[in-house]
């Protein structure tokens, strides 16, 4: 196990159930930079879900604050990702947390989950990945972070 999935298990262990619904932070992780150091790692598992909890509770924490080499891990993690589930856990607290969408780039968002469902459909791609890329594509349109008639 790496160092930010041993303080995974140390926070869990202690963590309030309020605090475990909520999910950790980058801090309860072992610090940004610590995350930093693993996030292309940790974006590329079954963590990517959790990756992206803990830099949405970041934001918050630290408003104004910019976590680039974290949030690009996550989107080579949403772009490639390890699964169906994480997908769609990570697009969950991304349609949650405004400012990580925002560092996410929601256009290129927009631009990766329709790559995904037109994958599924010309069956290039796991059809799995297709309903959480469809539900991420609307919720960025509801929104108005993303425009699907012209490509977001």
Same mark, same amino acid.
């Given at each position: 196990? /790496?160092?930010?999935?041993?303080? *995974?298990?140390?926070?869990? &262990?202690?963590?309030?159930?309020?605090?475990?619904?909520?999910?950790?932070?980058?801090?309860?992780?072992?610090?940004? $930079?610590?995350? %930093?150091?693993?996030?292309? =790692?940790?974006?590329?598992?079954?963590?990517?879900?959790?990756?992206?909890?803990?830099?949405? =509770?970041?934001?918050?924490?630290?408003?104004?604050?910019?976590?680039? @080499?974290?949030?690009?891990?996550?989107?080579?993690?949403? %772009?490639?990702?390890?699964? $169906?589930?994480?997908? +769609?856990?990570? #697009?969950?607290?991304?349609?949650? =947390?405004?400012? #990580?969408?925002? %560092?996410?780039?929601?256009?290129?968002?927009?631009?990766?989950?329709?790559?995904?469902?037109? %994958?599924? *459909? &010309?069956?290039?791609?796991? @059809?799995?990945? +297709? &309903?959480?890329?469809?539900?991420? *594509?609307?919720?960025?349109?509801?929104?108005? &972070?993303?425009?699907?008639? /012209?490509?977001?």
């Amino acid at each position: 196990m /790496s160092a930010v999935e041993h303080a *995974l298990a140390a926070w869990s &262990r202690t963590a309030t159930d309020t605090q475990l619904e909520n999910g950790p932070s980058l801090d309860d992780l072992g610090g940004p $930079a610590a995350v %930093a150091a693993e996030a292309a =790692h940790l974006a590329g598992g079954p963590l990517l879900g959790i990756l992206a909890t803990a830099t949405a =509770h970041s934001f918050t924490i630290h408003p104004g604050r910019t976590f680039t @080499p974290i949030t690009q891990a996550l989107q080579h993690g949403l %772009a490639h990702p390890h699964s $169906a589930w994480t997908l +769609a856990e990570a #697009l969950d607290t991304l349609c949650n =947390h405004a400012a #990580l969408l925002q %560092a996410m780039e929601p256009k290129h968002l927009g631009r990766l989950l329709a790559g995904h469902a037109e %994958a599924a *459909l &010309r069956a290039q791609a796991s @059809p799995h990945l +297709a &309903r959480p890329a469809l539900a991420g *594509l609307l919720h960025l349109a509801i929104t108005g &972070r993303c425009n699907p008639t /012209s490509s977001c």
